[in-house]
């Protein structure tokens, strides 16, 4: 594991930032996206984040959740973020561009797999040691199965449950111990709480979004949302889970490629389209921020609408 922090001023614009990622984004024909697109390049910061110490997992990805929510929290003056990641490739680009937003923030980048015990407890060590508390723990990191079972390994399938389940439970357990050390200011023994959101997926809530064995390493992270947040009683450490459907990141690449008209991705869905990354960071945003203070213990949809309703194929319906 290695732990680089960075006390960055001088900025430089890279080629494959957010930059330019969206403008490759604004050539998309869904005049909605379009829209979506614009109002996240021009949102202006309300400070939702302001003296909050974070921990992020995969964030390694120009096109993935863990990128967009990192430089959501640099715009909403988040205090420090511990960014993880299995490889350190574009934590180059990652830094610059939240140095870009946020000059004063702080940031560390840690190489290293999420669901490693020794890595998770190090880094909330490193939190509380330097800074006295934990306020968020994003576990993003993730990966996905591909084949049907009959082909899948145990090896396979293993790993898959390892990454996705066993990294939200180190984010609990850890995160949890990091955040009780926290207190208030001026409040005696008030302890500080602090927020752990965990990326399930749609697959976690509804049968036929994923492969069986990413299928149930995502219904696990949702029932670690609900029984992680009776964990601790009265601590105020909220715990919840985000489930996004069918979003446009490096992990549904694959989809995007096939695709011979992207507008059509996403029809299945109330909304009639696929989403960003954005999309999700900004409801981790409200649950990484005090605006969410009494909401613990459930996993939200981003999913345009598709776990509402049994799927319809687009058509003639009366």
């Known amino acids: 594991m290695t732990i680089n922090t960075h006390h960055l001023t001088a900025l430089e ?32 910061s309300s400070r939702k984040l302001s003296g909050k110490v974070c921990i992020l997992t995969g964030v390694g990805h120009e096109l993935g959740i863990g990128w967009a929510t990192a430089v959501l929290f640099a715009k909403e003056d988040a205090k420090h973020l511990y960014l993880v990641d299995l490889k350190d490739d574009n934590f180059s680009a990652l830094v610059d ?29 490193k939190a509380v040691e330097e800074h006295g508390h934990l306020d968020v723990f994003l576990a993003n990191a993730g990966v996905v199965g591909s084949s049907h079972i009959r082909k899948t390994s145990y090896e396979t399938s293993e790993r898959v449950i390892k990454i996705n389940t066993m990294s939200c439970w180190l984010a609990l357990k850890y995160g949890s111990e990091a ?10 023994s008030a302890g500080r709480g602090g927020s752990i959101i965990f990326t399930s997926s749609v697959a976690g809530l509804r049968s036929g979004a994923g492969s069986t064995e990413y299928s149930a390493s995502k219904a696990a992270v949702v029932s670690l949302a609900c029984t992680g947040a009776n964990a601790y009683p009265g601590s105020a ?7 996004p459907g069918m979003i446009q990141t490096q992990m549904t690449g694959p989809v995007f490629q096939m695709a011979k008209d992207t507008s059509k991705i996403g029809q299945l869905c ?38 509402s309703s049994l799927p319809v194929v687009p058509g003639r319906q009366y």
């Open 179 to 188: 955040m009780l050390k926290g207190k208030v200011e001026g409040a005696g």
């Open 13 to 44: 614009h890279h080629p494959g930032s957010s930059a330019t990622m969206a403008n490759t984004r604004s050539s998309a024909p869904n005049e909605r996206l379009q829209q979506i697109v614009n109002h996240f390049n021009s949102r202006s």
């Open 270 to 307: 109330s909304l009639r389209r696929y989403a960003i990354a954005e999309e999700v960071a900004s409801v981790v945003l409200f649950l990484a921020s005090d605006d969410s203070s009494y909401v613990t213990g459930t996993a939200i949809p981003v999913d345009g609408g598709l776990s």
């Open 97 to 125: 561009k939240l140095k870009s937003l946020n000059p004063k923030i702080g940031l560390s980048t840690i190489a290293g797999d999420a669901s490693d015990e020794n890595l998770v407890r190090s880094v909330c060590q």
């Open 237 to 243: 450490i909220r715990v919840n889970a985000v489930c």
